[in-house]
């Protein structure tokens, strides 16, 4: 499937190929990208930390919990919920990759059990663009190891699953349950 930005295809049909080749950069440009993410999301920080939380946690576990401190290459996540701290201790590894990915200096995640006070800015746009079903553009579709149809990878990194197969499970495991009965 393609998922290609709108601006991408734009692009493609203006005929951008008959400009003059750009010259070559001293040093491969890709490092030279990791080097300035890099150096930002220093002095980001927490703050930068914040604004990519949604991107790098995921449309399911970015609005559960959130990146509390930074010290020395530790990150501190809190999540007030069980379950939560459980999907994130879960995903870990995912998180750490995708935390470097993003250029986020970070050796090591500790989760923290947080309640978070009534001024949690959950409601923030920022947590409800997280939520939004056309997040899959942004982190990607996976198919399901069950159903093998594409699924958010948010969902199918949660549940090993997409929610379809979830919720046939949760419903084939409350029949089963009415039937012992
Ligand atoms: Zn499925």
Not at 12 to 29: D, H, N, Q, V
Not at 45 to 52: E, F, M, R, S, V
């Amino acid at each position: 499937m393609n998922f290609s930005p709108k601006e991408e295809r734009a692009r493609f049909g203006k005929g951008e190929i008959m400009r003059p080749a750009t010259p070559k950069p001293a040093s491969p440009l890709s490092s030279c990208l990791e080097t300035l993410k890099k150096s930002w999301s220093k002095q980001k920080g927490i703050a930068g930390l914040w604004q990519d939380w949604p991107k790098i946690a995921g449309a399911q576990l970015a609005p559960h919990c959130q990146p509390l401190n930074l010290y020395k290459g530790i990150l501190f996540v809190g999540a007030s919920h069980p379950y939560w701290r459980q999907a994130l201790q879960y995903n870990r590894p995912h998180l750490l990759a995708n935390l470097r990915t993003a250029g986020h200096d970070i050796r090591e995640i500790r989760i923290q059990q947080h309640h978070p006070g009534p001024t949690q800015i959950s409601d923030s746009e920022e947590l409800i663009w997280a939520r939004h079903p056309s997040r899959i553009d942004v982190h990607g579709i996976t198919p399901c190891p069950i159903c093998k149809s594409p699924a958010p990878t948010g969902e199918v990194s949660l549940w090993g699953k997409c929610s379809f197969c979830r919720r046939q499970e949760i419903q084939k495991k409350t029949s089963l349950s009415d039937h012992s009965n």
